[in-house]
Nanobody
Framework: QVQLVESGGGLVQAGGSLKLSCTASGGTFSWYAMGWFRQAPGKEREFVAAITQGGSSTYYTDSVKGRFTISRDNAKKMVYLQMNTLKPEDTAVYYC???????????????????WGQGTQVTVSS
C-alpha cells in the first residue's frame, strides 16, 4: 500500500511559479509510475502530468506543455511538479497519484491510478 502526501500549494499571481512536492511511503517507490492530476471547482479531476518509474518518459496535458515539468527523485521517494507562467485557469486542487506497481503505459488515464494523496490547493490570481 502506497501513501502519498502533497505539499507546496498556495496563492500566486498570474505569471508566477510554484513547485509542488509529493512524498511517498509504504512501498518501493521506484516500482511506481507517478502522476499529477487537478480538480477545479465544479469540474472533473483531470490529468496534468506523469512520469515513468525511472523518469525516462514524461507526459503532459496540452494546456501545460512548456510551462510545467514533472520530475522525481527515487532515492528520496519524491515526485515534483514545477509550474511556471501560471494562469488563473490553473487554479485547482492538485493531486499526486500512483497506479499499480509496474504499470508504465496509459499514464494519462485517471482510472489507471490506485493511490491518491489528499491534494494541495493552488490558486492563481489575475
Amino acid at each position: 500500500q502506497v501513501q502519498l502526501v502533497e505539499s507546496g500549494g498556495g496563492l500566486v499571481q498570474a505569471g508566477g511559479s510554484l513547485k509542488l512536492s509529493c512524498t511517498a511511503s509504504g512501498g518501493t517507490f521506484s516500482w511506481y509510475a507517478m502522476g499529477w492530476f487537478r480538480q477545479a471547482p465544479g469540474k472533473e479531476r483531470e490529468f496534468v502530468a506523469a512520469i515513468t518509474q525511472g523518469g525516462s518518459s514524461t507526459y503532459y496535458t496540452d494546456s501545460v506543455k512548456g510551462r510545467f515539468t514533472i520530475s522525481r527523485d527515487n532515492a528520496k521517494k519524491m515526485v515534483y511538479l514545477q509550474m511556471n507562467t501560471l494562469k488563473p485557469e490553473d487554479t485547482a486542487v492538485y493531486y499526486c497519484a500512483a497506479p499499480r506497481r509496474g504499470v508504465a503505459g496509459g499514464l494519462t488515464v485517471k482510472g489507471l491510478y490506485n493511490y491518491w494523496g489528499q491534494g494541495t490547493q493552488v490558486t492563481v490570481s489575475s
